[in-house]
């Protein structure tokens, strides 16, 4: 999964609704940071946590 992310790409944490929108602030092997609208900075571990990407207005 975390060769399809990229920075700057808008993501949602499909567990953590409530986290709001979230965009990727750097990609390196597993592990991706994003900084979400509610809870700000989070590194994930893309190999247990699968993020759905949100289509954007450039997207």
Do not use: Y
């Not at 060769?3 to 409530?18: E, K, Y």
């Not at 809870?39 to 990407?53: M, P, Y």
């Amino acid at each position: 999964m975390s060769d399809l992310l990229a920075p700057g790409m808008l993501v949602r944490h499909p567990s953590q609704p409530d986290w709001g929108l979230g965009q990727v602030q750097s990609v390196i092997g597993a592990r991706v940071t994003v900084n979400f609208e509610e809870v700000g900075k989070i590194v994930l571990d893309s190999r247990v946590v699968t993020l759905e990407w949100v289509i954007g207005p450039t997207g």
